[in-house]
Antibody
């Protein structure tokens, strides 16, 4: 059974940093592209970042480009999102999502809440 | 970026009803259109991809159709478990946008 478990969310002040982690199991992690998708309260999901299975192709939404960094550690079956210069508008539940096909998400974690507030 | 617009935003229906949700794209997304179901406090669940292909395990009462810029999700006979929020998503091009959602409520 595919499982994705996010961690690392919390309350942070504007301008602060956080690192999110996603532990994957139940599939061959190294063979799949992965994504981060976020959802602000009461809003639709928003794709944030993508990393290919090899790690060589990476993509970001304009709203986070230059501030967020996606990475993966296949030895640990883990996906990461390093978030710097956080803004109030980054407040959301952040989901780790497995790629079925480019930017099509077939499995999602339970999410981790990031709150940016002073 | 491609904008996705769903209608209606809220839909009230009864168990056994046939319901249809529409999703319109601001430009063609070819056939790269998916539908997700989300229940409160849970992650979205993939129901349909490539306009009309059911994800494994999804009941056959769900179906999708359309092309280019206009798409529909139909539930042929609503079941109690179907009351949720539904989102369309285009994965044709950056920034892989979702519609604003349609909340399906019990009448």
């Amino acid at each position: 059974e595919v499982q994705l478990v996010e961690s690392g969310g919390g309350l942070v002040q504007p301008g602060g940093s956080l690192r999110l982690s996603c532990a994957a199991s139940g599939f061959t992690f190294s063979s799949y592209d992965m994504n981060w998708v976020r959802q602000a309260p009461g809003k639709e999901p928003e794709w944030v970042s993508y990393i290919s299975s090899s790690g060589s192709n990476i993509n970001y939404a304009d709203s986070v480009k230059g501030r967020f960094t996606i990475s993966r550690d296949d030895a640990k079956n883990s996906l990461y999102l390093h978030m710097n210069s956080l803004r109030v508008e980054d407040t959301a539940i952040y989901y780790c999502a497995k790629d079925k096909r480019y930017y099509l998400f077939d499995y999602w974690g339970q999410g981790t809440l990031v709150t940016v507030s002073s | 970026d491609i904008q996705m617009t769903q209608s209606p935003s809220t839909l009230s229906a009864s168990v056994g009803d046939r319901v249809t949700i529409t999703c319109r794209a601001s430009q063609s997304v070819n056939s790269w259109l998916a539908w997700y179901q989300q229940k409160p406090g849970k992650a979205p669940k993939l129901l349909i991809y490539k306009v009309s292909t059911l994800e494994s395990g999804v009941p056959s009462r769900f179906s999708g159709s359309g092309s280019g810029t206009e798409f529909t999700l139909t539930i042929s006979s609503l079941q109690p478990d179907d009351f949720a929020t539904y989102y369309c998503q285009q994965y044709n091009s950056y920034s892989y946008t979702f519609g604003q959602g349609t909340k399906l409520e019990i009448k």
